[in-house]
């Protein structure tokens, strides 16, 4: 069985479809949900399909010791960010090279980086016209949004789209595409 660890740091709506997809299946499940935020709703819906939560305190944040045990002790293959916003530090990408994954609500390179997260992007493209915004999910280095890039979905914006309009299409592709591309990455490992 591979394993997989989510990180989340809000309401965990990739994080539930993720839970979903592998509920039942005998090659992959999920192993744990870890916040950086006790209050984050991530961890009530895990612990609503019995899935092991584990806070990330502020101490841990920079140095990730125990967060590494804690993901040793769950034997995880793969750590999946969902709407993870902190930084994951360089230790953390050592233990786990080319093991940690985050998805990204924008077409990298562009809009991405430190404050580009959740409505800013949005804002900033319908602020630039685009005619085109997606999403991305790519692997994770210890810079934000840098690591190589492993699949894109796209979806057209029109001149009248308002942020939130360009935000709730860009979110229905992340819900369709995240865990398959988590089960194919799994597979060829
Ligand atoms: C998603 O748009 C994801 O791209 C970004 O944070 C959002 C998380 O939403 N990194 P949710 O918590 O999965 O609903």
Redesign the pocket.
């Known amino acids: 069985m591979k394993k997989i660890a989510l990180l ?10 993720i839970i979903e997809y592998f509920k039942g299946s005998e090659i992959i499940s999920v192993a744990c949900l870890l916040s950086n935020k006790s209050s984050a ?2 961890l009530e819906m895990a612990t609503s399909f019995n899935i092991p939560t584990h806070i990330i305190s502020k101490e841990e944040l920079g140095n990730p010791g125990q967060t590494i045990l804690y993901l040793k002790s769950m034997s995880v293959d793969l750590i999946v ?5 902190k930084k994951i530090p360089q230790d953390l990408v050592e233990v786990y090279p080319n093991k940690i994954i ?4 924008a077409l990298l390179p562009k809009f991405g980086g430190k404050g580009m ?2 409505m800013h992007v949005h804002k900033a493209v319908v602020e630039q016209g685009e005619s085109e915004s997606g ?1 991305t999910i790519h692997y994770v280095n210890a810079k934000y949004d840098d690591g190589a890039i492993i699949f894109q979905a796209k979806c057209p914006v029109q001149p009248s789209d308002t942020a939130v309009q360009v ?1 709730a299409n ?2 229905r592709l ?1 819900h369709k595409h995240y865990a398959p591309v988590v089960e194919q990455i799994l597979i060829d490992k």
């Open positions: 989340a740091s809000g309401t965990g709506s990739n994080a539930k479809k709703k991530a960010l969902a709407g993870y916003l985050n998805i990204h609500p997260y959740g999403m935000a860009v979110l992340e």
